[in-house]
């Protein structure tokens, strides 16, 4: 059965700090996804990383996978309040479509 | 191309009722997908479509559940003789490739 663990499942950081999160998964996979969901509200999809040693940033936000070692990061950078928010990643099932979620990270960026 | 949509955003019920959800996916992915979600977890899979043909589904879906998509555009979700533990918020996602798109959700709170 697929497991996907992220941690930390909590973090607060200062304006302007960086931090990594970080993606492990149990069984193989060749793809990976970043959400993320604001309080109340649902997933936005930020990123999907399609191979090994796939790169992908959007402003403050870097995502990265290893295939090999099963893990994925998402880094970032000089946070912001607005990145505020539960930042999930996900691997697809057996199947290779249905997405088999982490817990979560929430994270809280304070002045 | 206004997304994926849900109805009803919110539903009260009382424990032993049915309840039907719908959600109409973004035009012309012929994937649809339900996740439900627990407060404080990460989305869990339910079922998934290709088209109308239901081709996967969690064991989380028990029998008292059932998800239709008849022409292979919008789909329902029904649950029938509710229970408590039935509470969640219920997500759909859509999505023709490797991407899902997840609508707003549907609030089920089962008094």
């Known amino acids: 059965e697929l497991k996907v663990e992220q941690n930390p499942l909590f973090l607060s950081m200062q304006e302007g700090k960086n931090y990594t999160i970080y993606c492990n998964y149990s069984t193989t996979s060749d793809r990976l996804y970043w959400y993320r969901q604001d309080p109340g509200k649902s997933l936005e999809s930020l990123f999907v990383?399609?191979?090994?040693?796939a790169v992908k940033q959007e402003g403050r936000l870097m995502a990265s996978l290893d295939t090999k070692a099963r893990l994925s990061t998402l880094h970032i950078t000089a946070a912001v309040h607005d990145l505020s928010a539960t930042y999930f990643c996900a691997a697809p099932l057996v199947s290779g479509y249905a997405l088999n979620f982490g817990k979560g990270t929430s994270l809280l960026v304070t002045p | 191309d206004t997304g994926v949509s849900q109805d009803p955003r919110h539903k009260i019920t009382k424990r032993g009722q049915n309840v039907t959800f719908r959600c109409d996916p973004i035009s012309e992915h012929n994937r649809l997908y339900w996740y439900r979600q627990t407060l404080g977890q990460g989305p869990e899979f339910l079922t998934y479509f290709q088209n109308e043909a239901q081709l996967e589904k969690s064991r989380l879906l028990s029998d008292r559940f059932s998800a239709e998509r008849p022409k292979g555009s919008f789909s329902t979700l029904e649950i029938q003789r509710t229970e408590q533990g039935d509470s969640a918020m219920y997500l759909c996602a859509s999505g023709d490739g490797v991407e899902q798109y997840f609508g707003p959700g549907t609030r089920l709170t089962v008094t």
């Open positions: 990383l399609l191979s090994n040693g």
